[in-house]
């Protein structure tokens, strides 16, 4: 069903709700994007969903969508809202089901001369070494109470357990490790669930890619990530927290939809679920989404060293002389507390992003030193068959976004319409013809995600660019897949 809502057009890549549109909005609802997509973002109720957060007690300046804006559980997804620690809120359905689902890349020494004929080789042992697919188990055994270290020390419980390099750490937001997580609050069914799923990859939109550069934007700052030239083999790594973040958001969707009326709070959708940030049940939530986000950025780290591992055993060489280096990790699903200035003043602020990307400016104190010349990396994942982009963080999204920019291209098709609409189809066939060998636990996640199921990533990315709240430093092609 088309939204009818009433959208205003500030610049080639801004359109306003303005707060008028609807009654009790606190504030007005802004989605980046150009006028070529808006059409298609108007498809669903997603900007009604921008409308809806924009009504929330304690916003901070605009409900936020990005130009990957679909339809969510209560924010729309590519939703971007901050909320004062004092008079906010926080809501599980402006962080999702799958905590920090996020993306890492790492760059290589290889060209792809080098492994052309090897792909095939490299995918299949990525797919023997990793799990995947629905409900998948991993090669790591461990029990209740080492779960809960994995909880409060993220990657960093992982790398302790000599799962990747020391260096690895300082390549990833929040260093692997979100503060403030208490796993005591985290249910046994969560705990349950999380405890064999730790090293898998998940099924859904979640993949590994072997990638080759394919266009660099801005050289000098490619070469500060370890982007060398046109040709070069990345590889990169999408997945998020599994059934322990699914069980996370379900428990506290309950419990925070009990206590909305206890609070006061009129939400005009009850997927907004929500409570005050300095409430019991609100400061619980963030405890426990925590320990997801951590489960995740361990999760992650476990990957990449059997991506390496991977790598290892089919070309015969070490990762280290490999070039098999971390360029960057980022969580697309998350609330976090930051530092942020309006007018004059700087406050302390739950900064939701759910299908967004934190992307701060070069200088920021949360940027790597690695990386405080040009700013903070920015993975953008395509699908299969589309590109993936590196861009940076800007001062203006600092500004603007509260230090955020898009995720990925966003779906235009639900999953049951791309299963109808490609029933009979041999994906994996149509992406070998493309030079692209995928590998997947089923031949239905395919079609769920075939690239024509996404906006153009291309356009997408170019709108944040455009818009300046990120900037593009290179641009990758998919050259072998694994699908969970």
Same mark, same amino acid.
């Given at each position: 069903?088309?939204?009818? %809502? ?29 006028? $070529? ?28 969508? @990005? ?52 792909? $095939? ?47 690895? /750490? ?17 249910? =046994? !069914? ?25 266009? /660099? ?105 490999? %070039? ?30 759910? %299908? ?16 405080? $010349? /040009? ?12 590109? =993936? ?14 230090? =955020?920019?898009?995720? %990925? ?5 639900? !999953? ?54 990120? $900037?593009?430093?290179?641009? @990758? ?8």
């Amino acid at each position: 069903m088309e939204w009818k %809502g009433e959208l205003i057009k500030v610049d080639n890549y801004r359109y306003k709700i303005p707060k008028s549109y609807k009654a009790g909005m606190r504030t007005d609802g802004l989605i980046f994007a150009s006028e $070529k997509m808006i059409s298609k973002i108007k498809k669903d109720q997603a900007p009604e969903q921008v409308a809806n957060v924009a009504t929330l007690p304690g916003i901070v300046g605009c409900a936020m969508a @990005m130009p990957d804006i679909h339809w969510g559980y209560g924010f729309p997804i590519g939703g971007v809202a901050a909320f004062d620690t004092k008079s906010g809120i926080i809501s599980p359905g402006g962080v999702g089901y799958d905590i920090n689902c996020g993306v890492r890349l790492l760059r290589t020494d290889l060209a792809h001369e080098e492994i052309r004929n090897k792909i $095939k080789d490299l995918v299949r042992s990525l797919f023997s070494n990793i799990p995947s697919g629905v409900g998948s188990k991993g090669k790591i055994r461990i029990d209740e109470r080492e779960v809960k270290e994995v909880l409060v020390h993220g990657a960093q419980w992982a790398l302790k357990k000599g799962f990747g390099w020391k260096e690895d /750490i300082e390549k990833i937001e929040e260093r692997g490790a979100l503060a403030g997580a208490n796993p005591d609050r985290i249910s =046994s !069914r969560a705990l349950t669930r999380g405890r064999p799923q730790l090293g898998t990859l998940g099924a859904g939109n979640h993949f590994l890619e072997i990638q080759i550069v394919e266009d /660099i934007y801005d050289r000098e700052s490619a070469a500060i990530l370890g982007i060398d030239d046109v040709g070069q083999i990345t590889v990169m790594i999408h997945t998020g927290s599994r059934g322990l973040g699914y069980q996370v958001c379900d428990d506290n969707v309950k419990v925070l939809g009990r206590v909305t009326q206890k609070y006061g709070i009129h939400i005009p959708d009850r997927q907004l679920a929500c409570a005050p940030i300095e409430s019991p049940e609100g400061k619980s939530y963030f405890e426990q989404m925590a320990c997801a986000a951590n489960y995740a950025w361990a999760n992650r780290q476990c990957i990449m060293h059997w991506v390496r591992e991977a790598f290892e055993r089919v070309l015969g060489k070490k990762a280290e002389d490999l %070039g098999m280096r971390l360029i960057y990790d980022v969580a697309h699903n998350i609330a976090k507390f930051e530092e942020h200035t309006i007018g004059d003043t700087t406050r302390r602020l739950c900064v939701h992003r759910k %299908g967004a990307t934190r992307a701060f400016f070069a200088g920021h104190k949360d940027v790597p030193e690695v990386y405080k $010349k /040009i700013g903070q990396p920015v993975l953008i994942p395509g699908d299969m068959g589309t590109h =993936s982009y590196l861009l940076l963080g800007t001062e203006k999204a600092m500004k603007e976004t509260f230090g =955020s920019t898009c995720h %990925g291209a966003g779906r235009v098709l639900s !999953r049951t319409k791309a299963l109808q609409q490609t029933r009979g189809r041999r994906v994996d066939k149509e992406l070998a013809e493309k030079g692209i060998f995928v590998m997947s636990a089923s031949s239905e996640v395919l079609r769920e995600e075939v690239p024509e199921a996404y906006k153009d990533i291309d356009v997408v990315v170019d709108a944040v660019h455009q818009a300046g709240i990120s $900037k593009k430093v290179a641009r @990758m092609r998919p050259l072998g897949v694994v699908k969970g």
